[in-house]
């Protein structure tokens, strides 16, 4: 999803088994743990993290010179128990699974002896070092803590090691580590990391310079399948999501905004909602009513039974259709240039044939399982906060402003996330819960009904580009001009990110793309509709990847060339993309014949850190309905953690990405959301699942992400196999089957 670009350095190649270089150093330290412990710091320095940011951002400048940065801590009790607290959060991608991994691999446990913890709200603290401040999202949580982590735990070993060999009184050379016990080979002497940890304490940190981690041909758990850590609990149903908060003498309450976007309250008449059992209070806010009542059942009674009145402003007659007219306006005008190779107009103009395409995408919604939610009890003198969140500091900043407190005044509980998507890198559901909160007495849990969330989330932007290419006599690319327009999500979340015009996130898939392509030209037209947009599962790549795909399929068929062969003569400088798409289209059987009313279509992308070719088989009905058969994925993510996670992200992002291709979008008529629940937020069922078969290139190269690749390559592999089925090209999503239908 976000910031590969932002979060880029100018450093050597990624060298596992060295010492960090200096430009990105990591930094240790040691200290005893209460209750006589070992504690690890692990940290970075922050001004290094940020440097790859045109501008640095607020949060990592605040914390930067050098300063020590810890981002993650490790424990070690006397009793052996290795806790880790955890600067990121679990939504399903599996780092409460691979962050152990990869201290386990250094520390030499077993990774069923690791606990974890939630951290707490602290940029300083618990800064994601690729992002500058406590966040997970945009792919980045394996790529920030791999190293750090290894080092963690190898910091922690080598201090067991020494402190058993000074109570033997020989050298540490002679020990090793093993299963959680330092060993003296020559005599078999052993003592159990609990019974040492305190002794490590009060150790001198090793240096960071000197630490060597395992090479990569020694790992020996890293890189392994290995069960989800977090799977016991959320089948027995002890796992606590942020909705599952219970508290002594707490009130449930629900909500309803203007359903226009800008709306406010006019009026309500509540003597009805007053009189429904259970409902305790009515909450008035600008532009909110919410209902506050014993438990949910009689809140949503409640509000059902509100009069009420809106004032709905100006955007009481807004529709998608005016929202895309002014987008196809503002599209006409030059953008802010985001790359300009060569002379694009002179090679234009000398091109043999010149291919152009309009393409759109909707906006999206996220419709995460676990609706939004957020418990709040304000007192006088502080406020404490229950709640799924990725952006917890943010959380804690937002509900400061709110309550007018010191941030230490702001207590923040982090919780498993019933989906994020990128929803919830959002906190705008923290600040309406606080001010509901500020009118009740008491703990209160504010919680978001289906339709409440639907019809306010932050949506995904629409998008509309113009894309083409000067062709030469054999079809091949002399020039490519791509045109975005569309929200900048980065303008509003994190300022610093948009200079020059554009912002490298909303670029992203279209600025670089894999293939060698002269004379390019991407531009970026700013355009704000009144629809609040955000991040979801990827937000340049979702549309960027199915416009640059779509066309690059386009393009061979202008030429009359097989789709994979046109993309393969545009690799040979690119051998990781040539080596996904090679094995792809081999395991999808590429030019094998299929039978008729089917088709296969093929996807490239680079994006997130990792290459991803991905091959989609689809059925066409004569009613126009779309089936996906089967999805091929070919990944290259540098090393991997665990296969485990890797197939889960890439299954779970296809089927993501398939609901999205064929039903996803969100439409405006009278300034309000027309969907409202899964009956027209339509998700794929379990009999519309594809076959989807996943296979991994082995890669020495840095770790990539992979909890968004998946999903921005889906879409493009579908529409062109619908293209290979059809012959009709589709250049605007979700899939129309009023455009499939036979005659």
């Keep these: 999803m976000i910031f590969d670009r932002l979060e880029r350095l100018a450093r050597p190649a990624f060298s596992p088994e060295a010492g960090p270089d200096k430009s990105r150093r990591n930094f240790l330290s040691v200290s005893l743990a209460a209750g006589g412990g070992l504690l690890i710091g692990v940290g970075f320095n922050a001004f290094a993290a940020s440097a790859s940011a045109s501008t640095p951002t607020p949060e990592a400048a605040s914390v930067a010179d050098g300063a020590f940065i810890p981002n993650a801590f490790v424990r070690i009790a006397p009793d052996g128990q290795v806790t880790v607290t955890m600067a990121y959060i679990e939504m399903g991608q599996g780092p409460y699974t691979s962050i152990p991994m990869l201290i386990a691999e250094e520390l030499e446990i077993d990774i069923r002896s690791v606990r974890l913890e939630h951290a707490p709200p602290s940029d300083k603290l618990y800064m994601n070092p690729r992002l500058g401040f406590q966040v997970t999202g945009g792919s980045t949580t394996i790529r920030a803590a791999f190293e750090p982590m290894r080092r963690a735990g190898a910091a922690a070993r080598v201090l067991l090691v020494e402190a058993a060999a000074q109570r033997w009184k020989v050298d540490a050379a002679s020990c090793r580590a093993e299963l959680g016990e330092v060993i003296h080979g020559p005599s078999g002497r052993r003592l159990k990391y609990g019974a040492l940890a305190g002794d490590a304490a009060r150790l001198a940190a090793p240096d960071p310079q000197k630490l060597v981690l395992k090479p990569l041909d020694q790992l020996k758990l890293v890189g392994t399948p290995v069960k989800r850590l977090d799977a016991p609990a959320k ?127 909707p906006f999206l919604i996220h419709a995460a399982m676990e609706p939004l939610n957020c418990t709040v009890h304000v007192r006088k003198d502080s406020c404490e906060i229950w709640v799924g969140t990725q952006v917890i500091s943010r959380a804690q900043s937002a509900a400061a402003a709110v309550t007018g407190l010191p941030l230490e005044k702001v207590i923040v509980h982090n919780h498993l996330l019933g989906g ?252 309000r959301i027309e969907q409202s629940n899964f009956h027209d937020v339509r998700v794929v069922r379990m009999d519309e699942a594809p076959l989807i078969e996943t296979y991994v290139v082995a890669s020495t190269e840095a770790p990539g992400g992979m909890g968004e690749p998946g999903t921005s390559a889906l879409a493009p592999a579908v529409t062109n196999a619908i293209y290979a089925a059809t012959g009709k090209r589709l250049r605007k999503l979700p899939v129309d089957p009023n455009q499939l239908k036979k005659a």
């Design 420 to 671: 994020g998507f990128g929803r919830r890198l959002e906190f705008d559901s923290v600040t309406r819960a606080v001010q509901i909160a500020r009118q009740v007495e008491g703990p209160v849990k504010i919680i978001w009904t289906r339709e409440e969330d639907v019809q306010h989330d932050m949506y995904r932007p629409y998008f509309y580009d113009r894309i083409s290419a000067g062709l030469d006599a054999e079809g091949m690319p002399v020039a490519w001009h791509h045109r975005i327009t569309g929200s900048s999500i980065l303008k509003r979340w994190l300022p610093p990110a948009y200079n020059k015009g554009f912002d490298p996130e909303t670029i992203d898939g279209a600025a670089s793309p894999p293939y060698a392509l002269p004379n390019i030209l991407v531009d970026y037209v700013n355009h704000e509709p009144p629809v609040p947009t955000a991040f979801w599962r990827g937000v340049g790549p979702t549309h960027n990847i199915f416009v640059v795909e779509s066309f690059i399929d386009e393009l061979a068929a202008a030429a009359g060339q097989d789709p994979v062969a046109y993309r393969m003569a545009l690799l040979d400088k690119n051998p990781r993309a040539r080596a996904v798409l090679t094995l792809a289209a081999e395991k999808a059987g590429w030019g094998k014949v299929l039978p008729a009313g089917q088709g296969r279509g093929v996807s490239l992308q680079f994006a997130f850190g990792s290459y991803l070719a991905l091959v989609a088989d689809v059925a066409v009905s004569d009613e126009g309905n779309v089936s996906v058969r089967r999805v091929v994925c070919a990944v290259d993510a540098g090393v991997i953690v665990n296969p485990d996670t890797v197939q889960a992200q890439l299954q779970g992002a296809v089927i993501f990405g398939i609901s999205a291709a064929l039903y996803g979008e969100a439409t405006l008529k009278d300034g």
């Design 235 to 361: 089948v027995n149903g002890t796992a606590m999501y942020g909705i599952d908060v219970r508290l002594p003498g707490m009130k449930v309450a629900t909500l309803a905004q203007s359903p226009v976007f800008g709306g406010r309250l006019r009026s309500v008449d509540d003597s009805k909602a007053r009189a429904v059992r259970g409902v305790r209070q009515i909450v008035r806010l600008e532009d909110c009513v919410a209902v506050v009542a014993d438990h949910m059942g009689a809140a949503k009674k409640g509000l059902a039974a509100l009069a009420i009145e809106w004032d709905e402003g100006p955007n009481a007659k807004l529709s998608t259709a005016d929202i895309v007219n002014s987008m196809r306006e503002a599209s006409s005008r030059p953008g802010a240039v985001a790359r300009n190779e060569g002379d694009n107009a002179a090679a234009m103009a000398a091109a043999a044939t010149r291919h152009e395409a309009v393409y759109q995408v």
